[in-house]
C-alpha cells in the first residue's frame, strides 16, 4: 500500500480505503475493485474512511490544507455533498486529521481545523460543533484541542493536552471531555486524579471506566503503565506495568488497550493480557494467556533518530489486537498474525 493509504475499513463485504488520492471500494474475499473515485490520502496513520446510511465519508485532500469531508454512495462512488472541514492557509500547528473520525449510525463525526464537527449522513448539515477546551489554545495557550473523537451511547468524548511544569519542558498533562452526542453541546470533563494525568493517553471507554496508556521519555517519574479510571470520581481501578523486563538492546512493544465485552484486553510480544470488569465498575484479577506463535522480544532499532529524525520504516510497531466474536486476532509488526480466544 501506498505510504499515504488510509486504514482499511470493512463493511459487510466490502474493503474501504483511500490510496494514490483515489477512495476505493473492493470485494472483501477477492480484492477487486468495485469502484473507485477521486479522493484524499491519510493525514495521519488513524486516517480512514467511514460508513453510515450507505453512505461512505472520506477526506477530500492528501494533506490536511483545504480539507473537506465529501459523502459517496456506498454502491457507486458517485460523491453526494461535500462541507470544509479545514482553509488553505493553515499553520503546521493547526493540521490535524481531517477525516471522519466517529459515527453512532445516526451522525458523523469529523474533526475541523477549530473543533470536532457533527454532520447529518444524508446532506451534511452540520448539527453542532465543539467548543470550550475543545478548541485549540482555548484557558491555556499550549492547549492541543481535540484531535479526535470518540461515541459511546449518550455522549462523546475527546482528549486534549497542555503542557505541564515539568522540568523537560516536554510534559503534558491529559483531560477527557465530555459532550453531548449528535450536537456535541459541552457536557464537563470525565473526573481524572491529578496524579494520573502526566504522559498519558486515553486508549478506549466503556460504560463504567475509561483507560490511560502513560509513558514518557521525558518525564522521569512517569512510569510505563495502564491505568484503569472509574467514572465516577476518576480514582484508579487498576495499574499495570507495561513492557516487563527484557534483556539490554531488546524491545517488547504492547498494544494499547481496548475495552471488549466488559473486559480490559491489550497484548505485548509474548502474552495477552485480560482484566474483567464487573457488574459494579471493579476490577477482577489480572489473567495472563501466552500467545502461541508470538514472535517474542526484538531487538530495538539503533538509528541517528536525533539528526536525521523518526525514521518509520525502521521503527518498531506496536501490535494490533482485533477482536471478533471471543476470538482476539493479534497483529504483529513483521507481519505475525495470531488467534487467541479470550479467556472467560
Not at 168 to 174: C, I, L, M, P, Q
Not at 237 to 261: E, H, T, Y
Not at 265 to 283: E, F, H, M, N, Q
Not at 310 to 335: A, F, I, T
Amino acid at each position: 500500500m501506498p505510504a499515504n493509504a488510509t486504514r482499511p475499513t470493512v463493511y459487510d463485504d466490502t474493503v474501504l480505503l483511500a490510496a494514490g488520492g483515489r477512495l476505493q471500494s473492493l470485494d472483501a474475499k477477492t480484492g477487486t475493485v468495485r469502484w473507485e473515485t477521486r479522493s484524499g490520502g491519510a493525514h495521519d496513520p488513524d486516517s480512514a474512511p467511514v460508513v453510515v446510511d450507505g453512505l461512505v465519508f472520506a477526506a477530500t485532500t492528501s494533506t490536511p490544507e483545504g480539507a473537506a469531508l465529501a459523502a459517496y454512495d456506498l454502491r457507486t462512488g458517485a460523491r453526494t455533498w461535500q462541507k470544509p472541514l479545514a482553509p488553505q492557509d493553515i499553520s503546521s500547528a493547526q493540521k490535524g486529521n481531517f477525516w471522519p473520525v466517529a459515527t453512532d449510525g445516526t451522525v458523523v463525526y469529523a474533526v475541523g481545523e477549530d473543533a470536532p464537527k457533527a454532520f447529518r449522513p444524508k446532506d451534511g448539515s452540520v448539527l453542532g460543533t465543539a467548543g470550550g477546551e475543545a478548541v485549540q489554545g482555548a484557558g491555556d495557550r499550549t492547549n492541543s484541542g481535540c484531535g479526535s473523537l470518540r461515541v459511546r451511547g449518550r455522549f462523546a468524548f475527546c482528549a486534549t493536552y497542555v503542557i505541564n511544569d515539568d522540568p523537560s519542558r516536554f510534559g503534558n498533562d491529559v483531560a477527557v471531555l465530555r459532550f453531548a452526542a449528535g450536537t456535541l453541546q459541552a457536557q464537563g470533563r470525565v473526573p481524572v486524579d491529578s496524579s494520573l494525568v502526566a504522559g498519558a493517553t486515553l486508549t478506549a471507554l466503556g460504560d463504567r471506566v475509561i483507560t490511560l496508556r502513560r509513558s514518557s521519555e521525558h518525564e522521569s517519574d512517569v512510569p510505563d503503565e495502564l491505568v484503569v479510571v472509574g467514572h465516577d470520581g476518576g480514582r484508579a481501578l487498576g495499574r499495570f506495568p507495561l513492557g516487563g523486563k527484557v534483556a539490554q538492546g531488546m524491545s517488547n512493544p504492547v498494544s494499547d488497550p481496548l475495552i471488549v465485552a466488559d473486559t480490559v484486553v491489550w497484548a505485548d510480544s509474548t502474552t495477552l493480557y485480560t482484566v474483567p470488569i464487573r457488574s459494579d465498575g471493579t476490577l477482577g484479577s489480572l489473567i495472563r494467556t501466552r500467545i502461541p506463535g508470538a514472535p517474542g522480544p526484538t531487538r530495538t532499532p539503533t538509528y541517528d533518530s536525533v539528526t536525521n529524525g523518526v525514521d518509520l520504516e525502521q521503527e518498531l510497531l506496536d501490535p494490533q489486537v482485533l477482536p471478533v466474536g471471543g476470538v482476539v486476532h493479534v497483529v504483529y509488526d513483521d507481519g505475525t498474525a495470531v488467534s487467541v480466544p479470550l479467556p472467560r
